[in-house]
């Protein structure tokens, strides 16, 4: 499988954006989807996670009520909408999928994408 993240870029503070992370190469559906993000000099980090057939949802305590992830099994696409962004936000976010359970632990997923960078400026 291949996935090829986009939507990243330049955004004020308390902006919004949409990332896409489309997938190609197996049955999308069979695997949970996430989000992390790495900044600069920090260790990547958990930001979402989606089911299988998007039924439940997980989100780091620091994104919940401004981030939503959804998918869409007919486009093999997962997307992290982005609200009221923070400059602590910043980070290149990257996609990924796993299979089996939904989960947050990174060493579970198997497949990642190359990263979109996400700037939020105060």
């Known amino acids: 499988v291949q996935l090829q993240a986009s939507g990243g870029g330049l955004v004020q503070a308390g902006g919004s954006l949409r990332l896409s992370c489309a997938a190609s190469g197996r049955t999308f559906s069979r695997y949970v989807s996430g989000w992390f993000r790495q900044a600069p000099g920090k260790e990547r980090e958990f930001v979402a996670a989606?089911?299988?057939?998007?039924?439940?949802?997980l989100y780091a305590d620091s994104v919940k009520g401004r981030f939503i992830i959804s998918r869409d099994n007919g486009k093999n696409t997962v997307y992290l909408q982005m609200s009221s962004l923070k400059p602590e936000d910043t980070a290149v976010y990257y996609c990924?999928?796993?299979?089996?359970?939904?989960?947050?632990?990174?060493?579970?997923?198997?497949?990642w994408g190359q990263g979109t960078q996400v700037t939020v400026s105060s």
């Open positions: 990924a999928v796993k299979p089996y359970e939904l989960g947050l632990d990174a060493k579970e997923f198997d497949t």
């Open positions: 989606i089911s299988r057939f998007g039924r439940s949802t």
